[in-house]
């Protein structure tokens, strides 16, 4: 760890919250704001946009830093024998990753089912094997089937289903802006593959327990 350098932000809920970055990194990318700014017909030099550039930077590493994450490993450190063959359900799972053909945000949920065959995985490591594939840049159809072989080929489950349901900033801020439009991808493997499975599992993802 000794190439980051951490930054520490303010006070929240009576914690300090403090951020990472390499160093060589931000400045890295930094440098190359000045002439970007400049192109679109800014001033770099003035008040508002002077620390840009390393902002920009930060942010770059935060929305990417999935990359830096072995996902299987994520699963692998908490992994338990149990004799559990039912299925189990991780929904509404938040997305935030970056479209590689704009750079753009896209963003929604993720829905995650897994039968056991043997062990099971800590309940908070699903959520963190979505975001070690989402802080990357991706497209969405991708990112489903990482999220669903990342588990099969680590756990081996008898079967894994994956639906993600995200809006696409370069779908409504360009292009054909259409605001409210929704992409869906689903993934599945082993028993998930029969329809009366998979579509419990869709049952489950729809339904509200309130």
Not at 23 to 48: C, F, M, T, W
Not at 110 to 127: C, D, F, T
Not at 183 to 200: C, I, Y
């Amino acid at each position: 760890m000794s190439n980051l350098t951490s930054f520490e932000d303010e006070e929240q809920d009576g914690y300090i919250k403090i951020d990472q970055y390499n160093k060589k990194s931000v400045e890295q990318i930094a440098q190359h704001y000045p002439d970007i700014l400049r192109s679109i017909g800014e001033n770099p030099e003035r008040e508002g946009l002077i620390k840009t550039p390393e902002r920009v930077a930060k942010a770059l590493q935060f929305l990417t830093h999935g990359y830096d994450i072995n996902a299987a490993e994520v699963l692998r450190s908490a992994m338990f024998a149990e004799d559990y063959s039912q299925m189990v359900v991780v929904k509404d799972i938040e997305v935030y990753s970056m479209c590689e053909h704009h750079m753009l945000p896209f963003f929604g949920k993720a829905h995650v089912a897994y039968i056991p065959n043997g062990h099971i995985v800590g309940l908070s490591k699903i959520p963190r094997v979505v975001d070690a594939f989402a802080r990357r840049l991706q497209v969405q159809e991708r990112l489903t089937n990482e999220i669903r072989d990342c588990i099969q080929d680590t756990l081996n489950p008898a079967g894994v289903a994956v639906v993600m349901e995200c809006q696409h900033m370069c779908m409504a801020m360009r292009g054909v802006q259409k605001q409210n439009s929704v992409t869906t991808t689903s993934a599945f493997t082993g028993a998930f593959q029969n329809d009366v499975t998979r579509s419990e599992f869709l049952r489950l993802i729809t339904a509200s327990l309130h």
